[in-house]
C-alpha cells in the first residue's frame, strides 16, 4: 500500500510569510505526528493527532498549529515564518496513538526561509 | 523533565566489527526507550523500543539494543556492522507513566562503516 505522502517536498519562503504542509497518511492509519528536524536542535516533537482531535503538543510557540481532518489527513501551518523556522518537517502516521512501533514516517517537506 | 543524551556525534567502523551507539536517559517515570534510523534519501524508520520485559531487545537488521537501568543507558548494538548500516541513529524517550509525554530525541549519532 501507499507510503506517507508529504507536499510539498521543498517549499521557499521569506520572514513574515505563513505556510501550510500537508500529509496523507497510510490508508487505514488514524493518528498523525509532526516532526521537525533542524542541524541545530535536531529531531523535535511537534504535534499528534487522532481523530481529528490534538492529542499532544510540543514546546513550539503558537505560530505552530495544525489540524486534522476526517479522512485522517493533516495539515500544519506555521504563520510569521522565521529564519529558525527553515527546517525539514516529518510527518508520520500509525493506527492509532503512541505507538512508535507501528509508525511510518514520510519523506518530509524540506521548508527554506530567506 | 526527561532528557536524553548521545554522546557521540559520529562513530567509525569497519565492517564485520561490532559497533555500539551510546544513548543515557533522564525520565521522572517509566521509561519507553526507542532507536530510529535515518537513511540518506530514505527518511526515518523506527527500529526497536524498549517497553518492559527483557533488558535486550532485538530490532530490525540485526540491531538490538540492552536497557540498563542502573546506568540510565539504552545503548544500540550489531554483532557485525554492514556498510549498509551507515546512516543517522536517534534515540528518543518516553514517560510511560504519561499518557500526555511527549517523546524527545536525541542529538542523533552519525554512524560509518567502512569497507
Sequence with gaps: KAGVTQTPRYLIKTRGQQVTLSCSPISGHRSVSWYQQTPGQGLQFLFEYFSETQRNKGNFPGRFSGRQFSNSRSEMNVSTLELGDSALYLCASSPFPGQQETQYFGPGTRLLVL | ?115
Design chain 2, 1 to 115: 523533565a526527561q532528557s536524553v543524551a548521545q554522546p557521540e556525534d559520529q562513530v567509525n567502523v569497519a565492517e564485520g566489527n561490532p559497533l555500539t551507539v551510546k544513548c543515557t536517559y533522564s525520565v521522572s517515570g517509566n521509561p519507553y526507550l526507542f532507536w530510529y534510523v535515518q537513511y540518506p534519501n530514505r527518511g526515518l524508520q523506527f527500529l526497536l523500543k524498549y517497553i518492559t520485559g527483557d533488558n535486550l531487545v532485538k530490532g530490525s537488521y540485526g540491531f538490538e539494543a540492552e536497557f540498563n537501568k542502573s546506568q540510565t543507558s539504552f545503548h544500540l548494538k550489531k554483532p557485525s556492522a554492514l556498510v549498509s548500516d551507515s546512516a543517522l541513529y536517534f534515540c528518543a524517550v518516553r514517560d510511560g507513566g504519561s499518557s500526555a509525554s511527549k517523546i524527545i530525541f536525541g542529538s542523533g549519532t552519525r554512524l560509518s562503516i567502512r569497507p
